[in-house]
């Protein structure tokens, strides 16, 4: 079948099988070239104060994606992979991460990495047993202790299921304690409009902190230390975003802010916890990333229009990353530094511990410049200020659509990747 992107109120309900996979190797490439050096991934360091042994949780997508890629074709890193994911068929296509899982797994089988990808409900007590089988099934394919080195926490669900109570939560993207209206863009047309959200419950505050804070997090450390699968010298890190004052009323100061609040704490809880323990990761890390465009991004009000302003900025400056290229920074430049890779004591934090990749972002200059556009943006200027067709293109790209290489107009097995 010949697939083309369907999108609704900047949602987009399909993906190209063919185009995810050529995007995947777009990010195998850029890492081979930026973190390994140009070096087959075997040769690439791994054992030398890097990860040997990884484990990625919520890794088919965005940062978690470009987290596995990076670990395993950079630093050659054998790897197992948690996500949720809906499979294509042949007359109907699945979800991105099913395809970009499906092309990772061929190109590490191609570079004699070691890799296992589990699909299923990273919430559940079920999936944390499986993944401590794979990770020691891994680890012997690799020939490496079943001791994992870098726990990267990426998970992005609008659902859990509490594994002690079995009560689902729904997460929801809502301001706290008043309306919030700002602009907002549709990119695919390129319209600015107005958009608005009612203040959120104190249920749902409740739920979308038990959706997207930190409990997860600290039951996946736990269940792995409690098999003995940390490595004296085990880290882990979640994402997490921060972004300027003028996104914050519905993000910092909103539902996923106070998700985020929380998912701060479970980082402090695990160091506590662990802090004279040689069965858990040496330190645990939130990292604030930049913003970019992901499948959520697109309908958080403001945040389309702020995004496309500052990408304009960030491209003039000659200081715009996505994913992948935020994470081999992060990598290279924070958690294995030369110094940091043999001491997490030296990785570089904020005063509030937090490693912050979003560094480039938060600039005075892109701040004040991107502001500045936002502000002058009208219906006939729109094009001119914003990057809207550098935030449509990635919007699509993330669903396998505008991939430079790919033929759209041929015909395509959605079943899976050939």
């Not at 047309?189 to 930190?214: C, F, L, N, Y």
């Not at 858990?280 to 499948?295: C, E, F, H, M």
């Not at 960030?314 to 890779?341: I, P, S």
Request: some cysteine; glycine content about 10%.
């Amino acid at each position: 079948m010949i697939i083309k992107p369907m999108v609704r109120n900047n949602i987009c309900i399909n993906s190209h099988p063919s185009g995810c996979a050529a995007s995947v190797r777009n990010q195998i490439r850029y890492v081979t070239k930026n973190l390994a050096g140009g070096k087959t991934p075997d040769a690439a360091g791994a054992g030398e104060n890097r990860p040997g042994l990884v484990l990625v949780i919520g890794c088919s997508t965005g940062y978690g994606l470009a987290s596995r890629v990076s670990a395993a074709f950079g630093y050659g890193a054998a790897t197992v992979g948690v996500s949720f994911e809906k499979p294509g068929s042949q007359t109907k296509p699945g979800t991105p991460g099913w395809y970009n899982n499906q092309c990772f797994d061929m190109e590490a089988a191609k570079a004699g990495l070691a890799a296992k990808t589990l699909d299923g409900d990273a919430f559940s007590s079920e999936m944390k047993t499986r993944a401590a089988q794979a990770l020691g099934e891994t680890a012997a394919r690799a020939g490496i202790p079943a001791k994992v080195d870098l726990i990267v926490y990426s998970l992005a669900s609008p659902v859990r299921t509490d594994p002690k109570t079995g009560i689902m939560y729904r997460s929801v993207i809502k301001p706290i304690g008043q309306t919030y209206s700002g602009k907002t863009l549709d990119m695919m047309t390129g319209s600015v409009i107005t958009a608005s959200a009612e203040p959120a419950t104190d249920e749902e505050i409740a739920a979308t902190t038990k959706v997207m804070g930190g409990e997860d997090w600290e039951l996946w450390i736990d269940a792995l230390a409690g098999e003995g699968l940390l490595s004296p010298s085990a880290r882990t890190v979640a994402y997490t975003y921060i972004g300027p004052e003028l996104s914050w009323a519905i993000y910092k100061n909103g539902t996923i802010g106070r998700a985020k609040a929380d998912l701060e704490r479970a980082a402090g809880a695990i160091n506590t916890k662990f802090a004279d323990s040689r069965i858990g990761p040496a330190r645990a890390w939130i990292s604030v990333n930049k913003a970019l465009v992901t499948r959520a991004s697109a309908v958080i009000p403001i945040i389309p229009f702020y995004v496309s302003c500052l990408f304009k900025v960030m491209k003039e400056k000659r200081l715009h990353e996505g994913c992948v290229e935020q994470t081999v920074r992060l990598y290279r430049e924070r958690l294995y530094d030369t110094e940091a890779a043999a001491d997490p004591a030296k990785v570089p934090v904020d005063s509030e511990g937090r490693i912050r990749i979003d560094d480039w972002e938060m600039r005075d200059d892109v701040q004040g410049e991107t502001t500045g556009r936002m502000e002058k943006v009208t219906a006939e200027n729109v094009f001119e200020l914003t990057d809207i067709a550098g935030f449509k293109h990635d919007f699509l790209e993330a669903h396998g659509f505008d991939v430079e290489g790919v033929d759209y107009e041929e015909e395509t097995d959605p079943s899976g990747i050939k």
